[in-house]
């Protein structure tokens, strides 16, 4: 079955550096999601994304984050100046059709900034 | 703005017993999705079941059931014959029916199926 790819599975960076996580999502899906899980805490949605632009985000996703597909197949999320609040999962989704069919989630990327 | 409500923090069931997990939303739209999620302890989210708004038949997946009350703004998931690896966290999401597709997701539910 087709799945959505994340990488690192765990990433320990210091305060103020940039990360990059990474995600290959379903080959044949067109929309593309960033969501973020803080410990204990619920899902929250960071951003949207669909033919090579965001389509929502949330206010979560301020100036420091940015999203790209820059090859057709990753599709990235860039923390510029990490902070000690920005340690949480990332999960990365990805939908078929442009009706909300349910995503097709990664299996995260545990972020911690220390 | 939409909000989902799970007021079941934690829950357990017997192995072959039934469960049911209860969910709630708040939405102002007429047009939106309803899906159940289930997060094993290994972390990767999969989609459970999912409901359309406007269908009244409640949706069913093998020994997976909903109890759609769109009036009561209610959407309860019934899982029948309760087997071990049903233990997860089970999140509650709506999705409006826009090209963004984004889902508001509740607390979630943590369920553990005692042998």
């Known amino acids: 079955e087709p799945e959505v790819t994340q990488t690192p599975s765990h990433q320990v960076t210091q305060m103020g550096q940039e990360v990059i996580l990474r995600c290959v999502p379903i080959?044949?899906?067109?929309?593309f999601y960033w969501y973020r899980q803080i410990l204990g805490q619920k899902v929250e949605f960071l951003v949207s994304f669909y033919n090579n632009e965001i389509s929502e985000k949330s206010e979560i996703f301020d100036d420091q984050f940015s999203v790209e597909r820059p090859d057709g197949s990753n599709f990235t999320l860039k923390i510029r100046s990490t902070k000690l609040e920005d340690s949480a999962m990332y999960f990365c989704?990805?939908?078929?059709?442009?009706?909300?069919?349910?995503?097709?989630f990664g299996s995260g990327t545990r972020l911690t900034v220390v | 703005a939409q909000t989902v409500t799970q007021s079941q923090p934690e829950m357990s069931v017997q192995e072959a017993e039934t469960v049911t997990l209860s969910c709630t939303y708040d939405t102002s739209e007429n047009n939106y999705y309803l899906f159940w999620y289930k997060q094993p302890p290994s972390r990767q989210m999969i989609l459970v079941i999912r409901?359309?708004?406007?269908?009244?038949q409640n949706a069913t997946e093998n020994r997976f059931s909903v109890n759609f009350q769109k009036a009561a703004k209610s959407f309860s998931l019934k899982i029948s014959d309760s087997q071990l690896g049903d233990t997860a966290m089970y999140f509650c999401a709506s999705t409006l029916d826009t090209n963004a597709g984004k889902s508001t997701f509740g607390d979630g539910t943590t369920l553990t199926v005692k042998p």
């Open positions: 989704a990805s939908s078929g059709g442009p009706l909300p069919y349910g995503y097709t």
């Open positions: 080959s044949n899906h067109l929309y």
């Open positions: 409901q359309e708004a406007y269908k009244q």
